[in-house]
């Protein structure tokens, strides 16, 4: 591409809205553009990235054997109402109604639409295994579309799913798709961790993760400093690193006014205790339907925050459970909140793990303006449980019992899940075993955000001056700054290595507007191409062309007779250290 007839826009400032480095960079160098939140104009430069990561994607998914389909974007409503979630996805699920009143949705994701394409065609054992993928727009009514292409509403994603007779197929497809993915974000060079992760809306019990990480990530990841344990703190079990101290005598209960005091820290301050000497009482609605409260109270040491994800999975439920507001919070126990506590509610009181060996504590007394002190489960209410509802904290104990934990953030790019037969009994996609009997088919689906990625890839590589593209990615290999595109001779040599560059596969972009040096090697850093020459007047007349190394920055002179088989020597000696990553 010559810019001179291509169509790149490149801005000096930052876009008021976009607050992380690959975001602010991306819009700058007008590889994208906002239509409205969380919806984007894809320019040519970065349609040219995804088009070489989506290459990346099917090469390593059809080495496989995955097989390649184009799924429809409108879906009816009837599908989804046989998985029930035509409900249950919630409102991020975008629904319209066309001319005739029929309801519709645009596709989230694609589990009810292939397992209805896979069972009107599959009868036997036969036809399986299969493994189905497409690399296709999605739209989701995220609540907060935010940092570019990391939440979009709508954004490209590759979804494949597999098809197996039994479990032992299954888990090999679910292997095998590990691999792939594995081997996609290495030749991205990517610094990426695989974590166990919550199956959310799509459901199944095993799912793993694939982060990029960077400290923009918007999960948090724990890791264990001396095993290869690590998860999304969305499920990670809490364990604490230190042993609980011996029981002791149970101290009779007394009521105390705290007037005004409403949080764990007003309390803390005003008892001069630290809030984890104090436990809290939160209530949810324990329901999927906004309309039905199901009051719980949750019960936990004043120091630790609950972990929605937890909650959602101990009540079986599909979504996180919502706080009840304070009405709400009146209606269930009397008081206001700041003066709950679980000591006689009539609904049920869920105790977190830390709280098992916490004696004498002190809880709202269901009394506006008062407390209870010297409170014991057991003597003072009965819990109806105890699970792990808390988050994890850095230095906690790695579930796996080797060493402590350590957080990372990171870009979830990928995700895994084994999913049984969740979508294939209920949507009664079944083949006849070899038996003779019926049975329902064995599901596995997996994702990557293919627009997310790109954008992460940028998170994970750039410096103040701009984007550091990897090779196998970057929009063009070289970007070609042509100093004095009015001198004829230069021009002559400029159009030279551009035609035998690309000839040789080495894509070049190449700046030969009339600009001075200065705004065109600006443009170049901002823009990342891996590497930069410098071809003018001055250089030619020494006998010199200028080849920069975009990452280090490394300026190699070279003879102009030279340069092309010095660009492809560079090239081939990148791609081989690609591909040992
Ligand atoms: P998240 O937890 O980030 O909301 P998810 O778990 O809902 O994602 P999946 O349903 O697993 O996402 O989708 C597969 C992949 O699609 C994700 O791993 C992610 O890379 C990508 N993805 C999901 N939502 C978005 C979005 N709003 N914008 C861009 N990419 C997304
Ligand atoms: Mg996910």
Redesign the pocket.
Known sequence: MKWSTGYLFTLREAPTDAEIPSHILMVRGGYMRKLAPGIFTYGPLLLRALRKFEGIVRDELNKRGAIEILMPMVQPRELWEETNRWTEMGDGLQKLKNRNGHDFCLGA?HEEVVTDFVRSDVKSYRDLPVNLYQVQTKF?D?IRPRFG????RE?I?KDAYSFDIDNEGAQKSYKLMFEAYSAIFSRLGANFRVVQADS?N?GGNQSQ?FHILADSG?DQLFVSEESDFAANSEVCPAIDSWVAKPPVDELPTEEFATPGLKTIDELAKSLKMKPNQLVKTLFFSASDDPKVIKPIAVVLRGGDEVNPIKLKNHFKLANAPALLNDEEVVKATGASPGSCGPVGLKIPVIMDNGMQKKQNYIVGANKDGFHLKNVNHGRDFTPTAFADLRMTKEGDASPDGKGKLKAYRGI????IFYLGTKYSAKMDAKYLAQDQSQRPIEMGCY???V??TVQAVIEQNHDKDGIIWPVSIAPFHVHLCVLDPDNAEVMELANRYYAELNERGIEVLMDDRTERPGVKFKDADLLGMPMRVNLGARGLQAGEVELIDRKTKNLEKVQPGATVEKIQAWFKEQMKKDAKN
């Open positions: 994701t989701r995220e292409l990391m939440r979009g954004f994603m959310g799509i993760e918007e979830e790019v990928g995700h994702g990557i955000g627009s997310r």
